[in-house]
């Protein structure tokens, strides 16, 4: 059964998030199935991706960087140990409460990637930043068939792929 996700681009200028751009994934069955890995190789103490890999979307967590999504759909993720070339980083996770789904409530919690999350990741405030930020969020679907309650924080540099975290940035 396929899971979709959005990657959302986010709008400050005083209107809600402008674009939509679907996202899925396969679950974490269907990739053991297909031969496809769940996860990549993590070190046991910092969680952090240890070799490149190919991971089921869902496996994504905070702190591992990747190469770019392309637009539209995807099943996985491109990870790729931080001390290496990569194009985008999750840096924050929002937990949303439950209820029905709702646009509005995934966009409002989408907000946060650019408020104190990204200020206290990055050191600056986002409006003064040169650091680009979207969302990848829940769908429908995925609320209701799998209680997929997580908005997650991707920020990359728009100049191009960078080698180690963005953590401390300050630009």
């Not at 209820?99 to 003064?128: M, N, P, Y």
Request: aromatic fraction near 6%; include cysteine; glycine fraction near 8%.
């Amino acid at each position: 059964m396929m899971k979709m996700r959005k990657r959302r681009a986010l709008v400050l200028a005083g209107s809600a998030l402008a674009l939509t751009v679907a996202l899925s994934g396969c679950s974490a069955i269907n990739s053991i199935l297909s031969g496809g890995p769940a996860d990549a190789d993590r070190d046991e103490e910092t969680g952090q991706v240890t070799e490149s890999s190919n991971i089921d979307i869902f496996a994504l967590k905070v702190g591992d960087c990747k190469m770019e999504s392309a637009s539209g759909l995807i099943q996985d993720a491109d990870v790729v140990p931080c001390g290496e070339p990569h194009d985008e980083e999750v840096y924050y996770e929002i937990t949303m409460d439950d209820g029905e789904f709702s646009d509005e409530a995934v966009d409002a919690a989408s907000q946060e990637c650019v408020g104190d999350a990204f200020t206290s990741f990055v050191g600056v405030i986002w409006d003064e930043s040169t650091l680009d930020v979207y969302p990848i969020t829940p769908t429908k679907d995925t609320w209701d068939q799998y209680n997929d309650r997580i908005v997650q924080c991707v920020i990359s540099d728009p100049a191009g792929p960078v080698t180690g975290s963005l953590a401390g940035a300050a630009r």
